[in-house]
């Protein structure tokens, strides 16, 4: 397996809006809410921003966190039975985070599964 390098795991590989649904916390069931999200990926963590890229930067400077997904034995899965919604999958952490990403357009939603699976299956499971 090819090493990630410290640089590699800064660069960005991907980021784009998706719909996103956290349904799951440790574990623990979450009350679905669908929600307009930027969404970096990059080789380790997918980093969830509420609000516009630009919003996203200022709130860097104050200190603001993005929600973040550790990718690390993460499972990627296409799901019909969570969502009554189109181009649905689940991303689940070793931590028992569920995640629901969706996109009404077929291309999109196909190019980030396969750009987020990848970036699993390149890193170790554990
Ligand atoms: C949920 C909301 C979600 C829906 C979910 C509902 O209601 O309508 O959009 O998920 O369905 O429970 P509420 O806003 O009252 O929480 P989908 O759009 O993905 O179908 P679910 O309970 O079948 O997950």
């Known amino acids: 397996k090819d090493v990630i390098t410290p640089l590699e795991q800064l660069m960005v590989e991907k980021e784009g809006y998706l719909q996103k649904a956290k349904i799951a916390d440790g574990g623990k069931k979450l ?20 609000e516009s890229k630009q919003q996203a930067l200022s709130n860097l400077k104050t200190g603001n966190k993005p929600e973040c997904l550790d990718l690390c034995g993460a499972q990627i899965e296409w799901t019909k039975e969570k969502s009554s919604r189109k181009n649905v ?12 990403l969706q996109s009404d357009i077929d291309f999109i939603i196909l190019d980030w599964f396969h750009a987020i699976k990848n970036a699993i299956d390149r890193l170790p499971k554990d």
Request: charged share 20%; glycine share 4%.
């Open 31 to 50: 009350r679905k809410n669908w929600s307009t999200s930027w969404i970096v990926l990059s080789s380790r963590k997918i980093e969830f921003y509420k």
């Open 89 to 100: 999958f689940q991303i689940t952490t070793v931590s028992g985070n569920e995640f629901l």
